[in-house]
């Protein structure tokens, strides 16, 4: 195969991506919305059109891949390499999301993939309130409060403890598309959760690995009693073992797996929920 050519990628060569890696309305959207908060949006080429693509954010201190993605037909021919062998080879830090299968592990220990961390897609059916009220706790122990601006801030702070994300792009996507809410003891943020219409939780994250159940259990009341949703889906870090034991409580099922890749760090994924693959 000849080396193919790589270009700026149009909004066409990224919605016909976004429509090919996504599953469902909410998450097309969602590709689509963090592809155009990217900073480098690359296509590689044949004469029969686009071959693969890489959506990169520089989201300091490292970069993070939304999406490097070669057409199985095209693989193992030098497309990822000419794509992003740069890229990668000259980032501090990168993290991003890569499949399971050998090919996607391969490519990136080419550029020292030196943590790699399963992640769990799981949907099922929301439970009823009486549970989730039961699992929040005794009264008064948390406040609940709708996410806005003045909570940035504490939400920040959490992500930086925890090693997590260190800017606001995630935040104002999910705003855009949903609601979210701060779990408060005290004057102590004890987390922070967004969620929209179509039961998509994330991201998540809390200050102890304890306060997992009662945030969930907030999502899933306020989604079920405010929107009117009876249906969820998570992704949770195989680390997070209190997520993903609450999630199989409330007969939540697997529905796949993927990885999440990095050079460096991945952060403290124990209190952590991610939103989707490509902007987890």
């Keep these: 195969m000849t080396s193919p050519r790589i270009g700026i ?11 090919e890696r ?6 097309r959207q969602s590709y689509l919305a963090a592809s155009m908060r990217a900073t480098t949006r ?10 693969g693509v890489l959506i990169v954010r520089d989201s300091s201190p490292h970069m993070e891949i939304i999406d490097l993605f070669v057409h199985p037909s095209a693989r193992n021919s030098g ?30 220990a080419k550029f020292d993939a030196r943590e790699t961390a399963l992640v769990h897609v ?20 948390f406040e609940a409060r709708h996410i806005s601006p003045s909570h940035r801030d504490a939400m920040g702070d959490l992500d930086r403890f925890a090693g997590g994300r260190q800017d606001g792009w995630l935040y ?29 939780i994330g991201p998540l994250r809390v200050s102890s690995p304890s306060y997992t159940a009662p945030m969930l259990a907030y999502c899933m009341h306020t989604l079920r009693s405010m929107l009117g949703v009876t249906w969820a889906r998570v992704n949770v870090p195989a680390a997070n073992t209190r997520a993903l034991r609450v999630a199989l409580r409330y007969g939540m099922r697997l529905d ?25």
């Design 256 to 280: 796949r797996s993927f990885a999440r890749a990095s050079n460096r760090t991945l952060g403290e994924l124990a209190t952590y929920v991610g939103f989707l693959p490509f902007a987890f």
């Design 122 to 141: 799981l949907a099922g059916e929301i439970p009823k309130d009486d549970r989730l009220l039961a699992e929040i706790g005794i009264d008064g122990e």
């Design 22 to 27: 996504t599953r469902d309305e909410t998450s």
């Design 172 to 200: 104002d996507m999910r705003d855009e598309q949903g609601a979210g809410i701060t779990l408060w003891r005290g004057n102590e943020c004890a987390g922070y959760a967004y969620f929209d219409s179509t039961g998509q």
């Design 9 to 19: 990628a149009d909004e066409s060569d990224i919605a016909r991506f976004a429509a």
């Design 42 to 51: 690359l296509c590689a080429y044949d004469e029969n059109g686009a071959l």
């Design 79 to 108: 497309v990822g390499r000419a794509l992003a062998g740069d890229l990668l080879s000259d980032a501090t830090h990168w993290i991003g999301t890569c499949g399971l299968d050998a090919s996607s592990q391969a490519f990136l």
